[in-house]
């Protein structure tokens, strides 16, 4: 890949476009095993136009995964190693002086790409955090007043380590708030890591995926043609009301000091709709809001201190306000 794309205006039927995403399930298999769930998500941010938490042990392939996706979709990734003392313009560019020219002249950061997987974001300060809020939110950065776009598509993927502590700089609300998408990462089971052990043993190498045999399955025409197809997914009046609910109920939950804001509850509405059209259908159903219901709010809330000190966790709260919401028929 020679650097980042622009996704072609909409010239594929939806239903080719829907059967080359689904090819990458199978082509994310040959290198990365056992995460059809985490792909699904990237899928539907990417439909979206959204960003993706992802949280992992370390060794989980998440880095992995994000080169495995962004060659099966034939796109430019790149990677941020996020440290202590990375700074703003590391990440988003800066300018620069040439001596030659006796002017100064922008130096684009890693974030032009389309998928940047930001590793370890919550080792970095907030100041260096904050500079994502502006790329993530506007998909442009500005240096001295101009700016410059992003290409299309362009989602970060951010991961964090879910055990340590030491050394980090939790997210902002604020920020979390961004991220369309929390996705947990999970080890494989013994079966599956056994098929990474016997996929090494023959000769596996992570950092050569063509040999590999990845390959590109979908193109920014599939991509727009889907995005398109996604934004006339059909809603019932009686789900605005449900999602809305579902929101209003987290702001009230005992066991939680910060519920779902306004922008969960569009984030929802679009992460539904992208969930029913990859399963097949024109609109969404309660199920389809259920299914992606903990994964786009689980981030944005916030358990009280002594709800969390007894061990509870954000998804069975989730569990109890989508138990206790009535479902439309």
């Not at 990440?91 to 020219?101: A, F, K």
């Not at 399955?217 to 997914?233: F, I, K």
Request: net charge negative; with cysteine; charged share 25%.
């Amino acid at each position: 890949m020679t650097g980042p794309v622009t996704a072609a205006a909409p010239a594929v039927d939806q239903h080719d476009a829907r059967a080359a995403l689904h090819r990458l399930r199978a082509e994310v298999a040959k290198a990365v095993v056992g995460q059809d769930a985490v792909v699904s998500g990237l899928v539907i941010a990417l439909l979206c136009r959204g960003h993706v938490l992802l949280e992992g042990v370390p060794g989980v392939a998440k880095t992995l995964l994000i080169r495995t996706l962004a060659t099966a979709l034939d796109l430019d990734s790149k990677r941020i190693q996020f440290t202590p003392d990375l700074m703003p313009g590391d990440v988003t560019g800066s300018l620069i002086y040439d001596p030659h020219t006796a002017a100064f002249t922008f130096r684009e950061g890693p974030v032009f790409t389309n998928l940047l997987l930001a590793d370890e974001i919550n080792r970095t300060p907030p100041k260096t955090q904050s500079a994502l809020l502006e790329v993530m939110e506007e998909r442009q950065v500005s240096v001295e007043g101009e700016r410059r776009p992003l290409p299309d598509p362009f989602i970060v993927a951010a991961t964090q380590n879910p055990i340590e502590y030491e050394g980090t700089y939790p997210l902002p609300e604020a920020q979390l708030d961004r991220f369309l998408l929390k996705l947990t990462v999970p080890l494989p089971s013994r079966d599956e890591e056994l098929g990474v052990l016997r996929a090494h043993h023959a000769g596996f190498d992570p950092r050569d995926l063509r040999a590999a045999g990845v390959r590109p399955v979908a193109t920014g025409s599939d991509l727009a043609a889907a995005r398109e197809a996604v934004r006339g997914v059909y809603v019932a009046e009686p789900l605005f009301g449900y999602i809305v609910d579902l929101c209003r109920a987290t702001r009230s939950a005992p066991a939680l000091e910060l519920g779902a804001s306004p922008r969960g509850a569009t984030a929802l509405l679009n992460t539904a709709k992208a969930w029913s059209w990859l399963a097949g259908r024109d609109h969404v159903t309660p199920d389809d809001v259920k299914a992606v219901a903990r994964p786009t709010l689980r981030h944005r809330l916030r358990l009280r201190p002594e709800v969390e000190l007894e061990g509870v966790g954000v998804d069975a709260v989730l569990d109890t306000v989508l138990a206790t919401v009535p479902t439309p028929r």
